[in-house]
């Protein structure tokens, strides 16, 4: 799919300012067909507060709980806009020397996003409190975008997310990359993310 593009999902994010509460880009997605979905695909879930840090989520279910959950050092907004130019491709980074631990146990990681460094995070041993309402309110859904309710006022902003369905693909025990199941089944990947540890 081209740069320009912008289908599925993405898409819906230029619909964000539009909604102002729940799960609605849920209804309006509507239920994937069956065939589109991998039995062993993967659930991963981007989503923050507008004016602050954006998480991801990894999940083998989107009723499970996350087997990998990272604040990622780059804000939510800045996220919606290079998701407006339709690809996007974000790279975590593991220096540790050290092969004992599997690749999505290891703490810390070097963050990218389209080629561009953006800091480093901690994965996270525990969800905080806002996490595990995010995760709970999302219990029933496979794959939309849009704004949550908040459990609280906030000064920064609305509560949004995004959760789609993705390829998972370990290249080695140093390696993974997980490329996004378009709703349509057409196009290629408009999200994609790379786990490696440099050895």
């Not at 997605?29 to 065939?35: A, I, N, T, Y």
């Not at 690809?87 to 593991?94: D, G, H, M, N, T």
């Not at 975008?145 to 609305?158: F, R, Y």
């Not at 025990?173 to 490329?179: N, R, T």
Request: proline share 4%.
């Amino acid at each position: 799919m081209g740069g320009g593009g912008g289908g599925g999902i993405f898409r819906m994010f230029k619909l964000l300012p539009m909604l102002t509460s729940g799960c609605k880009m849920v209804a309006l997605l509507g239920r994937p067909s069956k065939g589109l979905l991998s039995d062993k695909a993967t659930t991963i879930t981007l989503f923050g507060y507008r004016r602050g840090r954006v998480s991801l989520a990894i999940q083998e279910d989107p009723r499970s709980a996350p087997i990998f959950l990272i604040e990622l050092p780059m804000l939510t907004s800045s996220l919606h806009k290079e998701m407006a130019s339709g690809l996007v491709k974000i790279a975590l980074e593991s220096e540790t020397r050290s092969h004992k631990k599997k690749l999505i146990e290891e703490y810390v990681w070097a963050v990218y996003c389209n080629g561009r460094k953006s800091g480093y995070s901690i994965r996270r041993k525990q969800s905080s409190d806002d996490e595990r309402h995010v995760m709970q309110l999302l219990r029933g859904v496979s794959m939309g975008a849009g704004v949550l309710p908040c459990e609280k006022e906030t000064a920064e902003g609305e509560l949004t997310y995004m959760r789609a369905r993705f390829e998972r693909v370990v290249g080695s025990k140093d390696s993974e990359a997980l490329y996004m199941i378009n709703p349509d089944g057409t196009g290629g990947p408009e999200l994609s993310i790379f786990l490696v540890r440099v050895k």
